[in-house]
């Protein structure tokens, strides 16, 4: 069993609706979680970081932390053909130093 | 936020030379950084934890010897990719490990190696 489960996608949606990306670990260890938007042929870009549980938001983008579930989630709202990209979700414990698991990454495509 | 850079964004090179990738933290320094290889349409494999004043640590079944890391300095690692082959071809991503408590991690822009 993967460290982090992902749903490769692909997922297409038209602008202006809600998306929810989402990830399974198994590692009750983790306890920070963070999103990464990766553009095609870019490095990956931080999104968003929580560290263990609950929920953080910023725009249009909320993150949400269940770690008695161990998922994670990204939501979207009024998403925009610029949020066309693939989203990766990772995560890192503290005795893991500074390793980080991805999940294999969704790929999102908006539709004007 | 942190700014990691990589060098050269791109490289096409022959079969059978050696490519040298940079990796450079702008605004911090960073006793640690790490290597990915990306294939199309795949997440990012870790290959190996570069260490500032010790050796790299390799992930398992990758190769030491083909895939040269050096941590020159707090600000820069290297990734040398000797004799490579056309199955090397692939995009290589740096990240860095921002100073703090939270455990950011930072990733260059990545540097796509082609082999021919």
């Known amino acids: 069993q993967k460290e982090v489960e992902q749903d490769p996608g692909p997922l297409s949606v038209p602008e202006g609706a809600i998306v929810s990306l989402n990830c399974t670990y198994s590692n009750s260890a983790f306890q920070y979680f963070m999103w990464y938007r990766q553009y095609s042929r870019k490095g990956p870009e931080l999104l968003m970081y929580?560290?263990?549980?609950g929920n953080k938001e910023d725009g249009r983008f909320t993150a949400q932390v269940n770690k008695s579930s161990k998922y994670i989630s990204l939501f979207i709202r009024d998403s925009q053909p610029s949020d066309s990209a693939t989203y990766l979700c990772?995560?890192?414990?503290?005795?893991?130093?500074?390793?980080?698991?991805f999940g294999t990454g969704t790929s999102l495509t908006v539709i004007p | 936020g942190a700014v990691v850079s990589q060098h050269p964004s791109r490289v096409i090179c022959k079969s059978g030379t050696s490519v040298k990738i940079e990796c450079r933290s702008l605004?911090?320094?960073?006793?640690?950084m790490f290597w990915y290889r990306q294939f199309p349409k795949q997440s990012l494999m870790l290959m190996a934890t570069?260490?500032?004043?010790?050796?790299?640590?390799?992930e398992q079944g990758v190769e030491k010897d083909k895939f040269l890391i050096n941590h020159a300095s707090l600000t820069l690692s290297t990734l040398t990719v000797t004799s490579a082959h056309p199955e090397d071809s692939s995009f290589y991503i740096c990240s860095a490990p921002a100073p703090g408590p939270y455990n950011e991690q930072f990733f260059g822009p990545g540097t796509r190696l082609t082999v021919l």
């Open positions: 929580t560290y263990s549980s």
């Open positions: 990772a995560m890192s414990a503290w005795d893991t130093g500074n390793q980080f698991y």
């Open positions: 570069s260490n500032e004043g010790s050796k790299a640590t390799y």
């Open positions: 605004d911090f320094q960073a006793t640690t």
